[in-house]
C-alpha cells in the first residue's frame, strides 16, 4: 500500500525552527519529484518547495532563504527544514510525489502535478 505520511509539526514561536519529515512506504521516493505544500485556515492549498529525483529544488518567494529542502533516499524520506518562522507559516503541512518522469532535474510546486498526497501535519507559529 502506497503511503507518504508526515511529521515533525508542532507550536513554536515566532523566530524558530521546526523540521518537518515525509516518509514514504509502498514506493522508492528517489524515482520521484517531491514537493511540500500547506494550507493556511481559510486559504487554500499553496506550493512552498519542491525537490527533482537529482536534488534540484525550487522555492515559493515566501520561505526563500528560511525554509530547506533536502532528501534522503536511502532512508526513503524527504525533509523540510524551515527556520526563522512567522506567524504566516501556520498551516498544515503535506507532502506529495510527483509520479510522472518529466526528468531528473524537474519538480514542480503546483497541486496539478502531483499524484499522491500524505495527510499533513499542522505548524503552528505562535507566542
Known amino acids: 500500500q502506497l503511503q507518504l505520511v508526515e511529521s515533525g509539526g508542532g507550536l513554536v514561536q515566532p523566530g524558530g525552527s521546526l523540521r518537518l519529515s515525509c516518509a514514504a512506504s509502498?514506493?522508492?521516493?528517489?524515482?520521484?519529484?517531491i514537493g511540500w505544500f500547506r494550507q493556511a485556515p481559510g486559504k487554500e492549498r499553496e506550493g512552498v518547495s519542491c525537490?527533482?529525483?537529482?536534488?534540484?529544488?525550487n522555492y515559493a518567494d515566501s520561505v526563500k532563504g528560511r525554509f530547506t529542502i533536502s532528501r534522503d533516499n536511502a532512508k526513503n524520506m524527504v525533509y523540510l527544514q524551515m527556520s526563522s518562522l512567522k506567524p504566516e507559516d501556520t498551516g498544515v503541512y503535506y507532502c506529495?510525489?510527483?509520479?510522472?518522469?518529466?526528468?531528473?532535474?524537474?519538480?514542480?510546486?503546483?497541486?496539478?502535478?502531483?499524484?499522491?498526497w500524505g495527510k499533513g501535519t499542522l505548524v503552528t507559529v505562535s507566542s
Open positions: 506529495a510525489a510527483d509520479f510522472a518522469n518529466r526528468g531528473p532535474f524537474f519538480c514542480s510546486r503546483s497541486l496539478d502535478g502531483m499524484d499522491y
Open positions: 525537490i527533482s529525483r537529482s536534488s534540484s529544488t
Open positions: 509502498g514506493f522508492t521516493l528517489d524515482y520521484y519529484a
